[in-house]
């Protein structure tokens, strides 16, 4: 590698960690500003306050790091375009796009990371950060969920299982219970599902249908075609407990939709959520190309207009991608290609700039 290649390098990866990392603190900071009328009742330590702020980092990082590389590369670029030194560059015979390969492999490295910290880092911490939550609103823990199944207590103390749980249909699958007297287990209630149903209160209760109550005690099996069971909590006690999509990595969710998928539902919104998964991150290496591609085609007044335009190219970005997945949740475009349009009609016009850089 040339040694202006590393000095390049070198700046760049400098400008992107105290950009990176400066933007995704400012935002976890805000985030924690927001919170914070919801959290002093609960009187929390600047511990358990900094904790949050920990626990939301990566999540803003995966989201602003677009922001970072484009931002980073035209400042980069279009300082070293304005000083001359492409030109002297080019003066000596040297080739501007092997100058650039090592920025295009780190920008494939950058998707990388941020697929990797998408898949493995932000769920966890995710989770971390909700539970620091319940616990700073003094919330008990009542639910847990994974992959579509809910593991839960009723209000009774009967352990529950859920094997899958649509929340837009307030309709469960696969409904366990198990009642226990004296530390005895005294019955099990077996159900094919369970529907929310509104009664004279208003309140609603759960309906099972298809139900098998098995008596441990009397040793009896009775059928049931449907039966109210006031036990367990209204629907929106199952929405707080159940993880967003942004909670779950790329295989959890997929196996998720999977599981929806053969119970005979299709959540629109979780596919497309799905897709953007993997779409979103490869925008890194696309603001890597454009960022080299835009320094070589214009002569910028300076280190912050580059950064202006970055911020404003990505902003613009977002924008129109949002609009897509919002198209794709109303079903108005198919789910891929709602996720997918956007970044994949940035690559090809990123690819083609990057391609036509003059020598």
Known sequence: MLIIQRHYLKEFFKLLSLIGTGLALIFSILDLIDKIDEFMPGRPSLESLLLYTLFNFPKYLLYLLPVAVLTCSLFIFSQASRNRELVAIKAVGGKLKAIFYPFVISGILITVFAFITGEVIVPDFSRRSNELKSTIKNKD????????????????GSPVRIELYI???????????FVFREDLLRERIEAEGAEWKEDQSSKGIWR????????IIDKKITNVQELDYPYLESPDFFSEGIKKPEEMGIGELYRYVERLKRAGFRNTKLVVDLNSKVSYPLINLFMMLLGISLSMRS?????????GLGLLISTLYWVVYTVTLSMGYAGIVPAAIAAWMVPAAFGIATGFLFKNIQE
Do not use: Q
């Open 167 to 177: 929340p837009e249909m307030k309709l469960a699958k696969g409904v366990s219970i």
């Open 208 to 215: 099972l249908k298809n139900v098998i109550v098995y008596n």
């Open 141 to 156: 823990k009542k639910l847990m969920f994974k992959e579509g199944t809910l593991w839960l207590r009723s209000t009774d």
């Open 299 to 307: 002569r910028f007044g300076g280190g912050l207009f580059a950064a």
